[in-house]
């Protein structure tokens, strides 16, 4: 029997008790690892900050390998039900196997939650060693729509009866004539809609005003997917202008003013719209965002973009400063506040039950997870613990393996250097 209370949503906001239940999915491969170490520290943050006073009561819940070989299911309903009555949960990452097999427990549950934001924080710790030149720069929070996109799983393999019967359809009826091997196609297919990408520009945009940030880049290959990724770009300007009105001054209104009074014109507009911090609103293509983010990082900060973009953007970044093992995320359903908090990386499997890699990524999606509850205090705790250990060069292989008098440490070694410092 699991003593604790039940975080609600009442009106629209969280309530959250002093001793809130908050299931758990422990993981694949390196989770249990990394789950052991992060949950301690997040403990003793908690009993640190509020001496007894808050405790979080952790409720395990199955999913991945451990479901499977307990109770011969991947990803049961019963853990979807939780998270669901429980509102707020953290887990480890889960195996998707590649080219076959099931598909991805981590964007099924995002989807079956409808949890629509992949909020992911990108911020340089002092002493992390990095491979650019100025990695302190690099201070952006990505939000990735988390429910569309090919992650929607539409597709059918080369020569089944399935896909013959799509590319029949595309050819005869839809006048397609560009597949250009049609009998050694698979095909997959893109949704994006404009409610799902409105949704979640409309978060970025909220996050970017209450955090005081100064733009949203909406990222897009518009160029080429006119009518998915363009569209995207369309509805993200349209929710911007259309809901935010004065507080925000939008690239879309630049080239208004640039049509009609010429560049000097749409200059000074933005300009005056910076100046009195007003939110910019701009959008890039994909690709030359890649470059950018190394060239001229300071340009970035909110990043709103769709589901496989956001992908490849996110472990980018995380690069940029340190690496997967630094780099934390949320799930989030802003309107229902569901929400599940979990690291970028995914189970590392080659190193599975060595006790070896850095617990820092679901360490800091715990100390998210903190903040969204309102327990800042402990937030606050844990990022200290994790500059001044890092600071004192004890730190996972990852790091060790770029640092210079470096002492390497175990993950669970590490956790305990982190209670130490908290
Ligand atoms: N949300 C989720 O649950 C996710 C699940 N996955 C799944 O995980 C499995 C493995 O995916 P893979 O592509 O290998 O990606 P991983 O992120 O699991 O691992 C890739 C590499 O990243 C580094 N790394 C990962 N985690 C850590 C950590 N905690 N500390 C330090 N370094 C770390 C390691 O680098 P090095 O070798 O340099 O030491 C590792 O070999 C796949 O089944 C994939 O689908 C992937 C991403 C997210
Ligand atoms: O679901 C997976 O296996 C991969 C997910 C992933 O890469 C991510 O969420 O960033
Ligand atoms: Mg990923």
């Avoid at 999915?25 to 301690?40: E, L, V, Y």
């Amino acid at each position: 029997m699991v003593e604790g209370e039940k975080i609600r949503v009442v009106n629209g906001a969280l309530q959250v008790p002093d001793n809130p239940i908050i299931p758990f999915i422990i993981g694949d491969g390196t989770g249990p690892d990394i789950w052991a170490a992060a949950s301690r520290v997040l403990e003793a943050a908690v009993e640190r900050a509020y001496q007894g006073k808050k405790k979080i009561v952790w409720k395990e819940i199955l999913a991945g390998e451990k479901a499977f070989n307990l109770i011969g299911q991947w990803l049961p309903q019963e853990t979807i039900d939780t998270i669901r009555e429980y509102v707020i949960a953290i887990k480890g990452p889960l195996t998707t196997p590649i080219g076959g097999g099931i598909r991805s427990l981590n964007v099924a549950l995002r989807q079956e939650l409808d949890l629509y934001a992949c909020v992911r924080p990108v911020r340089y710790f002092k002493g992390v060693p990095s491979p650019v030149k100025r990695p302190e720069d690099t201070d952006m929070v990505i939000f990735r729509e988390n429910t569309e996109d090919i992650y929607a799983g539409i597709e059918w393999p080369k020569g089944s009866e399935e896909v013959k019967k799509v590319i029949r359809f595309l050819k005869d009826e839809m006048g397609v004539k560009n597949i250009r091997f049609p009998e050694t196609s698979a095909i997959g297919i893109k949704p994006i809609s404009e409610e799902g990408s409105k949704r979640l520009v409309r978060a970025a945009i909220r996050y970017a005003l209450s955090e005081g940030r100064k733009s949203v880049t909406l990222v897009h290959k518009g160029n080429i997917m006119k009518f998915t990724e363009g569209g995207f770009k369309n509805w993200g300007y349209e929710v911007a202008e259309q809901e935010f009105g004065d507080h925000v001054f939008t690239w879309n209104q630049y080239d208004e003013i640039k049509e009609r009074k010429g560049e000097k014109a749409a200059n000074e507009a933005q300009a005056e719209a910076e100046a009195q911090g007003k939110l910019i609103v701009k959008d890039v293509i994909a690709d030359i965002f890649l470059q950018q983010i190394l060239t001229r990082p300071r340009e970035f900060d909110v990043i709103a973009t769709m589901n496989l973009n956001g992908d490849y953007i996110s472990d980018a970044l995380a690069a940029q400063v340190g690496g997967i093992g630094i780099a934390p995320g949320a799930n989030i359903n802003y309107d229902t506040g569901h929400a599940v908090f979990e690291a970028t990386h995914g189970t590392a499997p080659k190193y599975a039950g060595l006790d070896k890699v850095n617990p820092s990524s679901v360490l800091l999606s715990g100390e998210m997870m903190l903040r969204h509850l309102g327990w800042h205090e402990a937030a606050d705790l844990i990022i200290g613990a994790v500059e001044r250990t890092i600071a004192s060069k004890i730190v996972t292989y990852d790091f060790a393996r770029l640092m210079e008098g470096a002492t390497e440490v175990k993950c669970s070694e590490f956790g305990d250097a982190l209670i130490q410092n908290l």
